[in-house]
């Protein structure tokens, strides 16, 4: 069984009675471990960190990943350059190319 927390957008959540986050619970046939949570692991991101890479790995620009994940453009910035660190990449090119390897 894999339950994931999702953070909703606001103005979703304020349309469903305030809610902050949804449940998505599901039947997994074998234990497979998500690409977000061997970001967390190989890569030594937080939580947050790697849902923001995962998002900018599947082609979202840094506004686009910031408002998904109900934060400023400015926070989403400080969360990528600590990612840059952590991954040591320069650029969301490499970083994308980095975290889209079949391994990771």
Known sequence: ML????????????????ARFILA??????????????????????????????????????KEASERLCISVWTGRSHLRSIFQKTDTHRQGELIALLNQEKL
């Open 3 to 18: 339950v994931e927390a999702l953070l909703l957008p606001r103005e979703l959540g304020e349309l469903i009675g305030g």
């Open 25 to 62: 619970v599901r039947e997994v046939s074998s234990p497979l471990i998500s690409r977000k949570s061997r970001m967390r692991h190989s890569l030594g991101l937080t939580a947050t960190e790697a849902d923001f890479a995962d998002f900018l790995a599947r082609g979202m620009s840094v």
